[in-house]
């Protein structure tokens, strides 16, 4: 049985009106609403349509919606891990490959001909810095909607955090091992691993794009 327009704008109501504030969350715990009640009334035809709505929310368990903003939170979290994987693999297939070569062969080129290689590695780690700062701006004013939270936005907001994790990492690193590198020790590692963080910086920023390019789309059809 399909739901008329009111009886679908009164669940959107309703799923707003049990504390959803996301809407990303609020549109799809109110489409399996929608789905849960049709097949109830399906089933039971003479049953009051606001009955079929408890019934409908009854499926969710006795907690109600807590559970699903609980797995919704684990299953943002698993995608955009697997997102950044993936976007961190493709740098090292064509075409993205000949990016990294390029700066590998830069820096490994660069670093011999440097007098003061304290600086460059300071300034290195100063780039990570500055990816971060300028990652968490980007992901700060992506937090929201026209004003609209989303569950999905809010943790990308919280993964750029992630960059600036990077940074201090590395930091902390090159203040234990500055000696060895700046004689010209073990600088080939630490640039492998700079190299690699600065690819992972790179995939969150992007993943966090499109995510945020998804999430409009979204926001547009639906409201």
Same mark, same amino acid.
């Given at each position: 049985m399909k739901l008329s327009q009111s009886q679908i704008q009164y669940l959107d109501n309703y799923v707003q009106k049990s504390g959803i504030k996301w809407f990303d969350l609020k549109i799809e715990l109110t489409d399996h609403m929608i789905g849960k009640t049709?097949?109830?009334?399906?089933?039971?035809? /003479?049953? /009051?349509? *606001? *009955?079929a709505v408890k019934k409908a929310k009854l499926t969710f368990g006795s907690k109600g919606f807590r559970p699903i903003i609980l797995e919704k939170t684990k299953q943002i979290e698993r995608q955009f891990y697997k997102d950044v994987f993936m976007h961190f693999? !493709?740098?090292?297939?064509?075409?993205?490959?000949?990016?990294?070569v390029l700066i590998t062969l830069f820096l490994f080129g660069l670093y011999p001909r440097l007098m003061d290689k304290d600086l460059f590695f300071t300034s290195l780690i100063g780039v990570l810095f500055i990816c971060a700062i300028l990652f968490f701006f980007n992901a700060y004013?992506?937090?929201?909607?026209?004003?609209?939270?989303?569950?999905?936005? !809010?943790? @990308?907001?919280? &993964? !750029?955090?992630?960059?600036? !994790?990077?940074?201090i990492f590395l930091h902390f690193a090159y203040s234990i091992f500055k000696n /060895?590198? +700046?004689?010209?020790?073990?600088? $080939?590692? &630490?640039?492998?691993?700079?190299? $690699? @963080? &600065?690819?992972?910086?790179?995939?969150?920023?992007? +993943?966090s794009k499109k995510i945020y390019a998804n999430q409009k789309r979204m926001y547009y059809k639906y409201l």
């Open positions: 049709e097949e109830i009334l399906t089933r039971i035809p /003479d049953l /009051d349509f *606001e *009955e693999k !493709s740098f090292f297939t064509i075409p993205k490959i000949i990016i990294t004013k992506r937090k929201k909607l026209k004003n609209n939270l989303s569950l999905t936005l !809010s943790h @990308m907001l919280q &993964f !750029s955090t992630l960059i600036n !994790s990077i940074a /060895d590198l +700046v004689k010209g020790n073990n600088y $080939v590692f &630490f640039i492998s691993i700079w190299l $690699v @963080m &600065f690819l992972i910086a790179l995939s969150i920023e992007n +993943v």
